[in-house]
Every structure is written in C-alpha cells, then in structure tokens.
C-alpha cells in the first residue's frame, strides 16, 4: 500500500466507529509485534520512546533527522498505516511534515507547547495551516497541551480544538483532559477527537460511546516493557 493508500484510510478510520485504538511503538520490533495484534489498524509512535531508544530524553533533544529516521524504519516495517509523533516540528514545523511524507509516515503529531509554554492559538493555526499546505496529504493530529500545562481547562480546549480543526487539523488531541470532561469535548469540538490511555481513562467501550475518535498510549506501552524487563531480571537477580 502507498503511503497516500494509508493515509487516506488513516483518516477515514477516525470517522466512523470503532473507536480507533493507535497503539505507540518505540522502534522496529516493537512495531511488528502491536501490528500483529487481531484488531490492530494502525499504529503511532511515541516521542518519548523513540527518543529514549536513541539515547536521547523527550522535549525535542533528539535531533530530527534521528528522530524521523526511526520513524521511517518502524513505519517501512509494517503494511499498517503509522503516524509520527513528532513533538513540535524541530524548529521547522513545515520541513518536518514534508519529511514524514516522504519517510512515508501516513500522520502527524503536532503539539501547542514549547518548553512548558503555550504557544499563542493563533499562531498554532498558522503553523497548522503551513503544514497542511507542505504535505497535503498527511493525517495531522494537533495536540492540544492545556491540561498538560495546566494553562487552562475545557473552554480554552475547546477554543483551540476548533481553531485547529479550522486551519486543517484532521484531529485534535486534548492530552490529559480529565475523565469527567471528554463528553463535553467530544459534544463541542466540531471533529475527532484523540484521548489518552491513562489509569483514569474511560475504558475503550465506554470511549467509543462518548464519540472519542482515537486512543492512544504516548510512551505508556514502552515504560510497560522496560518495567516488565526489569521486574523478570529483578527476580533472577535476588
């Protein structure tokens, strides 16, 4: 399948129920064995697990090419559709799009913050806006960090969902929103919406009956195999 193949049935799939689960692989391996899993659609990859993988901490320490790099190999891997997650562009938010493009990488993360601030929403629409004219094609998913900031709550969301999904965004992402909250994003953000797997997240059953869109695990999936690692070598060790 080409990528324009994956990332056309990437979207759809955040358009019409099953919930969309994106389980987030770190590297290759990893990658083939979640896209082996029965149901499995799609995957993402995690930043943080990614960047760690290489040697490097989250927040944009990695370098892009490193990061795009691994990337490309963990979506050459699997016949899934794979979107990137790909923080904040590495200073050149359109060039990193085009990038994953061409890596062949279906999607996109694309984040609101920068080291801890929120960037104006304004300008997150413009930038939304130069990444959709660099790679048409790709599936953007704009994460919206209020509540990871916690620089706001469910109206300021609410504000820059639409605002993004105005500029071209395909999704939005309000990571961390409270559980108590997704119902009221899902009933006023005009488009899919993305949620985090957290110990307090709704389980998928009851997601999908709220409307959310899509599911992730961030680097969740990734500290779940080194804690699993570590606890066996653990036991031998003693």
């Not at 290759?28 to 993402?44: D, F, M, T």
């Not at 790679?135 to 916690?150: C, G, K, P, Q, T």
């Not at 961390?176 to 009221?184: K, L, N, T, V, Y």
Request: hydrophobic residues 45%; negative net charge; contains cysteine.
């Amino acid at each position: 399948m080409e990528t324009a193949e994956k990332a056309a049935l990437l979207r759809t799939l955040h358009r019409a129920p099953p919930l969309l689960v994106l389980p987030n692989a770190w590297d290759v391996e990893s990658a083939r064995v979640l896209a082996g899993l029965p149901g499995c659609r799609a995957l993402a990859t995690t930043s943080v697990g990614v960047a760690r993988s290489l040697g490097f901490e989250d927040g944009e320490q990695a370098p892009a090419e490193e990061m795009i790099r691994a990337a490309a190999r963990i979506a050459a891997a699997v016949e899934l559709p794979v979107t990137g997650d790909l923080e904040r562009g590495y200073g050149d938010p359109a060039g990193t799009a085009r990038a994953a493009w061409e890596a062949g990488l279906a999607g996109m993360n694309f984040e609101d913050s920068t080291a801890g601030s929120m960037v104006d929403a304004d300008e997150q629409a413009d930038a939304i806006r130069g990444l959709r004219a660099a790679a048409s094609e790709l599936v953007l998913n704009a994460r919206i960090d209020v509540f990871l900031r916690r620089a706001g709550g469910v109206d300021e969301a609410v504000v820059r969902g639409n605002a993004y999904l105005a500029a071209g965004a395909d999704c939005v992402y309000p990571i961390f929103c409270p559980a108590d909250s997704i119902s009221e994003l899902v009933r006023r953000i005009d488009g899919p919406i993305n949620v985090a797997a957290t110990p307090g997240t709704p389980p998928p059953a009851a997601l999908e009956r709220l409307g959310v869109a899509r599911l992730t695990f961030g680097g969740g999936l990734a500290s779940a195999a080194y804690a699993e690692a570590a606890r066996i070598a653990g036991e031998a060790l003693r």
